[in-house]
C-alpha cells in the first residue's frame, strides 16, 4: 500500500510573499515615519485633481458631468430613496414627475417602467436628467437633503434610466385609444425643448396635423448647438427628437422665423394654431465690447459655444472649434458661464478666470455646475465689473482687462465703486451675460407685443396678447432652464387644445401618457378557470386587513387579493402590540427598506360576516378581480365547510385553506398544527372540496422536512393548487442586556417566536415552489415569500408559480408599486420576444467581454492613465457615433404562461451536476476598487488563488489554483467586476502537500 505523501511543514504556511499583504491584526503599537505615510498617501491616492498637468482637458469633449452614475451606483442610490409618502422631491419638479414611482422601478432594475414615468410628464426628460439644477428643484426638497448622506442624485437617476431605455431602441406612438384630431393645423416655432414638449403633447391628444419649424438642419435647440458635448451628449438630444417624430409629428428644418414666414403668415395660411417656442438669440452686450470680434480675442458666450458644440457634436454643420491659449476672463456668473470656462480648457486655455459682479456665494450657476467648474481649477475673482478693454497697440488684440470693483450698500445691492478698479492680463475674453430677442423678433411675432424686458407675456397656458390662436413658452417667455421650458410646452398644449375644442376654463388637464407596444403586452392568466387580470395580489397579510384597503389596492391596479384569514369565531382572535417587527437589529438595522420582517400577527380579528358582505361588494365594484377567501378552522368539518358555503355564497372566485400559520393560532389548534401533518391536510382538504363551488388552494407551510409531502396530501385531498410558502418561525434575537432585540410585549418584555418573510426568505419560496413544480408536474401554484419586482417574478415563475402574492414589499412602500411590477414583467415579456433584446439580464445589455491590462486606478497609475488619454486627445476631437435607427426586429412577446416552470429543466439534484466542467474567475480590472475583499476572502476561505500586488493592489488569479467555487464573486462589491470562464481541461482535486 503507497503511503501518504507528508504534510508539508507549519513553517510554509508563512514563506508565501502573499502573506504580508494578508490581513492580520496588529497587537502592538507601529510606528510608521511621516515620510513613508505622505509616500504611501500619494501612491494610493484616489481623488487626483483634474486638469493639474498642462493641456490635460484640450480635445478632451467625452461626458463630464456630477450627476453620472454606474449601473450598480444608480441601484444603490435608488434603494437609499425613502420613497416618502407625499413625496416632496415631486412638488420641487416643474414637469411634476412621479420621481418617487420612477426611483422604484430603478432599484428593481425596471427601466422601461422608470422612462414611461418620466416621459409620461416630461418629453425631453432624458436631456432634462443631464442638465437639471436638482439642486435647486427636487433634490433640494429631498427629506434627506439635510442628512450626512445627503439628497438622492434625482438627476443622475432620471439621466441613467433614460440612456438604458433608450438603449433598448423602442418606439413612441399615440395611445390607440385616442381619438384622431386631424381637422386642425398647428405650428410650432423653433425645435428646442418648450416645442417639442409642447408637440408631444399635442400628438398625443390625438392631433394629426402637427408641423414643427427649425431654422437649422436638426432640432433640439439650444441643447444641441450651445450646450457642450461633455455636458449633455447629442445621443440624448437627437432621441428626444425622434421620439417626438414618431408620433406623427412633422418637421420642417432651414425655415427661419421672419425670413421665410411670420407669426401673420402662418395664421393667414390657415393655421389653427400658433406656438413660439424660439429663443433669445442675440447675446446681452456692453459699452466695452462693441466692435471686438474673436480675432481680437473676444467671443460672446453665443457664438463661443455654438462653434465649440458644432466642432465637437455629430451634425449637420461643419465648423472648426475656436481656438484658445493663455490666460481666458469668462465675465459672467450663470451656467452658460460656466460651460464657457469648461469648454475655454478644451479648446485650448491655459488657465481661466471666472469673473463676478457679485462674491462667490451668489453664484447664479447650480452649485453642481460651480463645483465641476471649480474642480477643473477655473479661478473665481468677485466683485468684478468690466471697466474697459485694455489692447495691443500693435496688433489690436485683447492683452488685458480693466475692471471695476463691486461693494455690497445698505439695500443688499451689488454698486460700482469708481475709486476701485483692478487690471487683469489676459489673452481672451468671453462674456457670459444673458441673450436676449433678436430685433427682428418684434416685428415677425406681429400681432403679439413684447413687453419691457423683451419677452412674451402669457397666461397659465401659454396663451399670448393680441391673438388668441398664438401661445408662446420657452426662453422667450422667460423660462431660465430646461425642465421649465418643457412645462411651458406642456401648459401651451393643453392651452391649444382648450381652446381648439372650446372647452371650459375649468375642465382639468388631463393628457394621455407616454405608450408604447411594450403596454398592449397581454399579463393575464388563467389559473384553474379563473381569469386573472394581472398575476399580482396583495397576500393575506398587513395589506388585506380590511376591504377597503383592498379596494385602495385594486384601484391602483392590483390583478387579485386574499383576504387576510377568518375564522368562524372571531371573539378568539385579539393581537397583542405591538406585533410586527424588522428581523434584524444593531448597525444592520441603521437602513429603511425591511429585507425582512418578523410579524406575531392573529389572523383577522374582523367577523366572517364582516369578510363575506366585503367579498361580495368588491366582486361588485370591481367584476374583474379576483377575490380569494382565506379560511382557517381546527380539525373540524363543520367549521371548515360553514365558511367554505358562506365564501362561495359570497362571491369568492377562490377558497385559500390556511394550513400554515406559524405562530400564535397553532396553540389554538389551527394553522401549523393542521399543516405539517399529512393526513390532517388530505382530510381537510376534502371536507373543502366536498361543499366548495370554486378551486380551492392549501397554503402551504415551509416549517417541515419536505413540503412536497404536505402538497401531494393537499392534491389527493382534492385541492385545485397550493400557495407556497407562508412565513418561516423565526426569533427577533436580544438586546446587550438579554432583553428582546427589536420589541417586547408588556411589562415584563416578553417575546415569542414569529414568522419571518420578506426578501430573507425568497430562497425558501425558490425551494419550496420548484421542488412542488417538480414533484408535481401541472400543479397551479400561487407562490409568495420575497417577491419585490417584475425580475423576481418571473424566476418566481420559471420555478412553477403562475400567479404571486405579495405582502412585505407593500409593507415597506405603499400599494404604488404596482406600476413598477407591471410595467416591468411587460417589459420582460416584450423583451423576451425580440431577438436582439433576449439577452439582456435584469434590464441590462449583456455584458462586453473586455480582457484590458491590468493598471492602478490611483496615484502614479492614475496618472499614466489620465496622460495617455490626453495625448490621444490632442491628436483630434472624437465626435460621437449616433445609434439612433429602430430595432428591425418585429417583437413577438411572450405570455405569462410561457414562463411557468421554464427554470425547472435546469434544477436538478446534486448527484446530476456535472463536476467535470469546471470554470475559473476572472477579475475586470477595469471595473475593480482594488480594495482586495476577493483575495482576503480567498485566502481565508478558500484556496489561496488570488495574488494581491502589494503595491498596485491589483488582484490577479492563479488559474492552477482556482476551483472556481464562486466565493470571491460573492463578497466583491463591484457589480460584475468578477466574471467565470470555463477551465481548460480538467483540473483534479489536490489533496495532499502540493496542494499547499
Same mark, same amino acid.
Given at each position: 500500500m503507497a503511503s501518504s505523501p507528508p504534510v508539508a511543514d507549519i513553517e510554509d504556511l508563512f514563506r508565501d510573499p502573499q502573506f504580508s499583504v494578508n490581513p492580520r491584526l496588529s497587537q502592538k503599537s507601529v510606528l510608521r515615519p511621516t515620510k513613508e505615510t505622505k509616500r504611501l498617501n500619494k501612491l494610493y491616492k484616489r481623488n487626483l485633481p483634474i486638469n493639474t498637468k498642462p493641456r490635460e482637458l484640450v480635445n478632451d469633449f467625452s461626458l463630464a458631468i456630477h450627476s453620472d452614475l454606474t449601473e450598480e451606483e444608480a441601484v444603490q442610490e435608488a434603494a437609499r430613496c425613502l420613497k416618502c409618502a407625499d413625496a416632496p422631491c415631486q412638488k420641487g419638479c416643474p414637469s411634476n414627475?412621479?420621481?418617487?414611482?420612477?426611483?422604484?422601478?430603478? #432599484?428593481?432594475?425596471?427601466?422601461?417602467?422608470?422612462?414611461?414615468?418620466?416621459?409620461?410628464?416630461?418629453?425631453?426628460?432624458?436631456?432634462?436628467?443631464?442638465?437639471?439644477?436638482?439642486?435647486?428643484?427636487?433634490?433640494?426638497?429631498?427629506?434627506?437633503?439635510?442628512?450626512?448622506?445627503?439628497?438622492?442624485?434625482?438627476?443622475?437617476?432620471?439621466?441613467?434610466?433614460?440612456?438604458?431605455? /433608450?438603449?433598448?431602441?423602442? #418606439?413612441?406612438?399615440?395611445?390607440?385609444?385616442?381619438?384622431?384630431?386631424?381637422?386642425?393645423? %398647428?405650428?410650432?416655432?423653433?425645435?428646442?425643448?418648450?416645442?417639442?414638449?409642447?408637440?408631444?403633447?399635442?400628438? &398625443?391628444?390625438?392631433?394629426?396635423?402637427?408641423?414643427?419649424?427649425?431654422?437649422?438642419?436638426?432640432?433640439?435647440?439650444?441643447?444641441?448647438?450651445?450646450?457642450?458635448?461633455?455636458?449633455?451628449?447629442?445621443?440624448?438630444?437627437?432621441?428626444?427628437?425622434?421620439?417626438?417624430?414618431?408620433?406623427?409629428?412633422?418637421?420642417?428644418?432651414?425655415?427661419?422665423?421672419?425670413?421665410?414666414?411670420?407669426?401673420?403668415?402662418?395664421? +393667414?395660411?390657415?393655421?389653427?394654431?400658433?406656438?413660439?417656442?424660439? !429663443?433669445?438669440?442675440?447675446?446681452?452686450?456692453?459699452?466695452?465690447?462693441?466692435?471686438?470680434?474673436?480675432?481680437? !480675442?473676444?467671443?460672446?458666450?453665443?457664438?463661443?459655444? /455654438?462653434?465649440?458644440?458644432?466642432?465637437?457634436?455629430?451634425?449637420?454643420?461643419?465648423?472648426?472649434?475656436?481656438?484658445?491659449?493663455?490666460?481666458?476672463?469668462?465675465?459672467?456668473?450663470?451656467?452658460?458661464?460656466?460651460?464657457?470656462?469648461?469648454?475655454?480648457?478644451?479648446?485650448?486655455?491655459?488657465?481661466?478666470?471666472?469673473?463676478?459682479?457679485?462674491?462667490?456665494?451668489?453664484?447664479?450657476?447650480?452649485?453642481?455646475?460651480?463645483?465641476?467648474?471649480?474642480?477643473?481649477?477655473?479661478?473665481?475673482?468677485?466683485?468684478?465689473?468690466?471697466?474697459?478693454?485694455?489692447?495691443?497697440?500693435?496688433?489690436?488684440?485683447?492683452?488685458?482687462?480693466?475692471?471695476?470693483?463691486?461693494?455690497?450698500? +445698505?439695500?443688499?445691492?451689488?454698486?460700482?465703486?469708481?475709486? #476701485?478698479?483692478?487690471?487683469?492680463?489676459?489673452?481672451?475674453?468671453?462674456? /457670459?451675460?444673458?441673450? #436676449?430677442?433678436?430685433?427682428?423678433?418684434?416685428?415677425?411675432?406681429?400681432?403679439?407685443?413684447?413687453?419691457?424686458?423683451?419677452?412674451?407675456?402669457?397666461? =397659465?397656458?401659454?396663451?399670448?396678447?393680441?391673438?388668441?390662436?398664438?401661445?408662446?413658452?420657452?426662453?422667450?417667455?422667460?423660462?431660465?432652464?430646461?425642465?421649465?421650458?418643457?412645462?411651458?410646452?406642456?401648459?401651451?398644449?393643453?392651452?391649444?387644445?382648450?381652446?381648439?375644442?372650446?372647452?371650459?376654463?375649468?375642465?382639468? /388637464?388631463?393628457?394621455?401618457?407616454?405608450?408604447?407596444?411594450?403596454?398592449?403586452?397581454?399579463?393575464?392568466?388563467?389559473?384553474?378557470?379563473?381569469?386573472?387580470?394581472?398575476?399580482?395580489?396583495?397576500?393575506?397579510?398587513?395589506?388585506?386587513?380590511?376591504?377597503?384597503?383592498?379596494?385602495?389596492?385594486?384601484?391602483?391596479?392590483?390583478?387579485?387579493?386574499?383576504?387576510?384569514?377568518?375564522?368562524?369565531?372571531?371573539?378568539?382572535?385579539?393581537?397583542?402590540?405591538? &406585533?410586527?417587527?424588522?428581523?434584524?437589529?444593531?448597525?444592520?438595522?441603521?437602513?429603511?427598506?425591511?429585507?425582512?420582517?418578523?410579524? %406575531?400577527?392573529?389572523?383577522?380579528?374582523?367577523?366572517?360576516?364582516?369578510?363575506?358582505?366585503?367579498?361580495?361588494?368588491?366582486?361588485?365594484?370591481?367584476? =374583474?378581480?379576483?377575490?380569494?377567501?382565506?379560511?382557517?378552522?381546527?380539525?373540524?368539518?363543520?367549521?371548515?365547510?360553514?365558511?367554505?358555503?358562506?365564501?362561495?355564497?359570497?362571491?369568492?372566485?377562490? %377558497?385559500?385553506?390556511?394550513?400554515?400559520?406559524?405562530?400564535?393560532?397553532?396553540?389554538?389548534?389551527?394553522?401549523?398544527?393542521?399543516?405539517?401533518?399529512?393526513?390532517?391536510?388530505?382530510?381537510?382538504?376534502?371536507?373543502?372540496?366536498?361543499?366548495?363551488t370554486v378551486p380551492v388552494f392549501a397554503k402551504l407551510t415551509p416549517n417541515v422536512t419536505d413540503i412536497t409531502v404536505i402538497a401531494q396530501a393537499a392534491v389527493d385531498g382534492g385541492c385545485s393548487g397550493v400557495t407556497a410558502i407562508n412565513t418561516v418561525s423565526g426569533l427577533t434575537g436580544f438586546h446587550t442586556d438579554a432583553t428582546p432585540g427589536r420589541w417586547s410585549v408588556g411589562k415584563k418584555q416578553q417575546m415569542t417566536y414569529g414568522g419571518l418573510c420578506g426578501n430573507v426568505i425568497r430562497p425558501l419560496a425558490f425551494r419550496g415552489v420548484s421542488a412542488i413544480a417538480r414533484a408535481i408536474p401541472g400543479l397551479p401554484i400561487m407562490a409568495t415569500g420575497g417577491i419585490d419586482s417584475a425580475d423576481v417574478t418571473a424566476q418566481m415563475m420559471y420555478a412553477g408559480a403562475s400567479v404571486v402574492q405579495i405582502c412585505s414589499a407593500i409593507m415597506n412602500q405603499d400599494f404604488t408599486i404596482i406600476h413598477d411590477l407591471i410595467t416591468g414583467l411587460k417589459s420582460i415579456l416584450y423583451m423576451k420576444g425580440r431577438k436582439d433584446l433576449k439577452d439582456w439580464r435584469h434590464g441590462m445589455p449583456p455584458l462586453e467581454d473586455q480582457r484590458v491590462e491590468p493598471r492602478p486606478k490611483f496615484g502614479p497609475g492614475e496618472e499614466a492613465r489620465r496622460a495617455e488619454k490626453t495625448e490621444k486627445a490632442l491628436k483630434v476631437i472624437v465626435k460621437p457615433f449616433l445609434d439612433l435607427e429602430l430595432s428591425p426586429d418585429q417583437p413577438k412577446p411572450l405570455m405569462v404562461q410561457d414562463l411557468v416552470g421554464l427554470g425547472l429543466e435546469h434544477v436538478k439534484t446534486y448527484s446530476e451536476l456535472n463536476n467535470q466542467e469546471q470554470v475559473v474567475a476572472y477579475v475586470d480590472p477595469e471595473i475593480c476598487l482594488n480594495c482586495g475583499k476577493c483575495f482576503s476572502t480567498c485566502n481565508d476561505n478558500g484556496y489561496q488563488a488570488i495574488t494581491f500586488d502589494p503595491v498596485t493592489h491589483i488582484p490577479i488569479v492563479d488559474e492552477e489554483k482556482c476551483t472556481g467555487c464562486g466565493l470571491c464573486e460573492s463578497v466583491c462589491p463591484a457589480l460584475n467586476c468578477i466574471q467565470f470562464k470555463p477551465r481548460e481541461g480538467f483540473k483534479a482535486p489536490t489533496r495532499f502537500k502540493k496542494d499547499l
Open positions: 414627475i412621479d420621481i418617487k414611482a420612477f426611483i422604484t422601478c430603478i #432599484q428593481s432594475r425596471n427601466f422601461y417602467g422608470a422612462a414611461q414615468m418620466i416621459l409620461n410628464q416630461n418629453p425631453v426628460g432624458y436631456t432634462c436628467g443631464t442638465l437639471c439644477m436638482t439642486s435647486e428643484l427636487c433634490a433640494g426638497c429631498c427629506n434627506l437633503a439635510k442628512t450626512r448622506a445627503g439628497p438622492i442624485n434625482i438627476s443622475g437617476l432620471q439621466d441613467f434610466a433614460m440612456a438604458r431605455y /433608450a438603449d433598448m431602441k423602442v #418606439q413612441a406612438r399615440v395611445d390607440p385609444r385616442v381619438q384622431k384630431r386631424d381637422d386642425k393645423k %398647428i405650428a410650432l416655432v423653433g425645435a428646442g425643448p418648450s416645442s417639442l414638449s409642447c408637440a408631444t403633447f399635442l400628438a &398625443r391628444l390625438g392631433y394629426t396635423n402637427v408641423t414643427i419649424l427649425e431654422k437649422y438642419p436638426f432640432g433640439g435647440g439650444l441643447a444641441s448647438f450651445e450646450i457642450p458635448e461633455f455636458r449633455l451628449p447629442q445621443q440624448s438630444v437627437l432621441w428626444e427628437v425622434e421620439q417626438v417624430k414618431q408620433l406623427g409629428v412633422k418637421f420642417e428644418y432651414e425655415k427661419s422665423l421672419g425670413t421665410d414666414y411670420t407669426v401673420k403668415s402662418l395664421l +393667414e395660411d390657415g393655421y389653427d394654431a400658433v406656438y413660439l417656442g424660439c !429663443g433669445k438669440m442675440a447675446p446681452k452686450m456692453i459699452d466695452a465690447f462693441k466692435g471686438l470680434k474673436p480675432e481680437d !480675442g473676444y467671443y460672446h458666450s453665443k457664438e463661443f459655444l /455654438a462653434d465649440a458644440a458644432f466642432a465637437s457634436k455629430t451634425l449637420p454643420v461643419e465648423t472648426p472649434p475656436p481656438t484658445l491659449k493663455g490666460r481666458v476672463l469668462v465675465l459672467g456668473g450663470g451656467d452658460v458661464a460656466t460651460d464657457c470656462a469648461r469648454t475655454a480648457f478644451r479648446v485650448g486655455a491655459d488657465r481661466v478666470t471666472l469673473c463676478l459682479r457679485r462674491n462667490t456665494a451668489c453664484f447664479r450657476a447650480t452649485e453642481e455646475e460651480v463645483a465641476m467648474t471649480l474642480e477643473e481649477q477655473a479661478d473665481v475673482l468677485p466683485y468684478s465689473l468690466p471697466k474697459a478693454v485694455i489692447r495691443d497697440e500693435e496688433t489690436g488684440r485683447i492683452r488685458a482687462l480693466e475692471l471695476y470693483k463691486t461693494e455690497i450698500d +445698505e439695500d443688499g445691492k451689488f454698486v460700482i465703486d469708481e475709486d #476701485q478698479f483692478i487690471r487683469v492680463k489676459c489673452d481672451y475674453v468671453i462674456s /457670459a451675460f444673458g441673450s #436676449q430677442a433678436a430685433d427682428y423678433l418684434a416685428d415677425a411675432i406681429s400681432p403679439v407685443p413684447l413687453n419691457k424686458w423683451n419677452e412674451i407675456d402669457v397666461d =397659465d397656458y401659454g396663451q399670448c396678447g393680441g391673438d388668441p390662436r398664438v401661445f408662446a413658452g420657452g426662453d422667450i417667455i422667460g423660462a431660465d432652464t430646461q425642465v421649465s421650458a418643457s412645462n411651458d410646452g406642456k401648459a401651451a398644449a393643453w392651452g391649444i387644445h382648450r381652446l381648439l375644442q372650446n372647452l371650459a376654463p375649468d375642465v382639468p /388637464a388631463e393628457m394621455p401618457p407616454y405608450s408604447t407596444e411594450i403596454d398592449d403586452v397581454d399579463i393575464s392568466v388563467e389559473v384553474c378557470g379563473v381569469k386573472f387580470p394581472n398575476p399580482y395580489g396583495l397576500a393575506s397579510a398587513p395589506p388585506a386587513t380590511s376591504c377597503e384597503m383592498i379596494a385602495r389596492g385594486f384601484a391602483q391596479g392590483w390583478g387579485f387579493a386574499v383576504t387576510k384569514t377568518f375564522t368562524n369565531d372571531a371573539e378568539i382572535i385579539t393581537n397583542v402590540s405591538p &406585533r410586527i417587527f424588522s428581523s434584524l437589529q444593531g448597525p444592520a438595522k441603521d437602513r429603511h427598506y425591511q429585507e425582512g420582517f418578523i410579524n %406575531i400577527e392573529l389572523v383577522s380579528e374582523k367577523t366572517a360576516e364582516y369578510w363575506c358582505n366585503g367579498i361580495t361588494e368588491l366582486k361588485r365594484r370591481f367584476p =374583474d378581480r379576483v377575490v380569494v377567501s382565506s379560511i382557517m378552522c381546527c380539525f373540524e368539518k363543520e367549521s371548515w365547510q360553514s365558511l367554505a358555503r358562506k365564501s362561495c355564497e359570497a362571491g369568492a372566485d377562490m %377558497i385559500e385553506m390556511n394550513l400554515s400559520c406559524p405562530h400564535g393560532m397553532h396553540e389554538k389548534g389551527m394553522g401549523l398544527a393542521l399543516g405539517t401533518f399529512p393526513d390532517k391536510v388530505k382530510e381537510a382538504c376534502s371536507w373543502v372540496v366536498e361543499v366548495s
